[in-house]
């Protein structure tokens, strides 16, 4: 008696975790678009702080401290508002604040947008996240920061030197591959009990 209520709920067990793993969005044109709005949400919650700062001192000098000090808290909250699965986060391959700095994957991906020089985003599959790279072109208010360190104005020359001393990213040209924002979007799989 026993065994045979033993086999039928050993059966209902073994469906119940048998779980099947429901593919992850595979359309990568959708994950692209989302992964480029993201990134956009990120460039429009930065450059105000930026643009404000160069409209009260343009030699960048005052700007490269609000950039310094509010680029990064700027992105940890602006993450705080995409959806639980998704992150944005800037880097280059000649970057300024070593908390940038890119991992294999993205050294790859930017190599290859040098190279191209095809600015569209570009997006990568990872094992358990897809990654897309939006890529930023150095314009003309990014050259007081970012362009030919001999003549950059004195004061904001020295401030990347005291906060940044081992500073790559300066000596770009308008136009130049400046860096990318990445944003990463973790795969998703629901379980489903049959
Ligand atoms: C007022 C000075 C200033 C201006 C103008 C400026 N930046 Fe920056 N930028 C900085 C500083 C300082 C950092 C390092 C701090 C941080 O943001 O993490 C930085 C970092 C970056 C990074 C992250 C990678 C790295 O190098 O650490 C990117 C990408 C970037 N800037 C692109 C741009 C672009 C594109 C523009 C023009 C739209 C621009 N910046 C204008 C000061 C500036």
């Known amino acids: 008696m026993k065994k045979i209520m033993i086999l039928p709920i050993a059966l209902m067990l073994g469906a119940c975790t048998q779980t099947t793993a429901i593919a992850p969005e595979k359309n990568l044109k ?24 160069l409209k009260s001192d343009p030699t960048g000098a005052s700007g490269m401290m609000a950039c310094a000090n509010a ?77 030919d360190l001999k003549t950059m104005n004195q004061q904001t020359k020295e401030k990347i030197k005291e906060h940044y001393p081992r500073d790559l990213a300066n000596g770009f040209k308008l136009g130049d591959f400046r860096g990318v924002v990445v944003t990463e979007i973790k795969k998703i799989s629901y379980l489903r009990l049959r």
Do not use: W
């Not at 994950?31 to 429009?44: F, P, Q, T, W």
């Not at 190599?111 to 095809?118: D, E, R, T, V």
């Open 30 to 53: 959708n994950i692209e678009a989302k992964g480029v709005s993201y990134a956009d949400g990120l460039v429009s919650a930065i450059k105000p702080v930026l643009m404000e700062s």
């Open 71 to 147: 680029a990064m808290p700027l992105t940890d909250e602006y993450n705080k508002q995409l959806p639980s699965n998704a992150k944005v986060r800037r880097t280059a391959i000649k970057y300024r604040n070593p908390a940038n700095k890119p991992d294999s994957k993205d050294t790859e991906v930017m190599n290859n947008i040098m190279a191209s020089k095809n600015f569209a985003p570009v997006v990568v599959e990872m094992n358990d996240s897809y990654r897309v790279y939006k890529p930023l072109p150095m314009a003309q208010p990014c050259m007081v920061c970012h362009g």
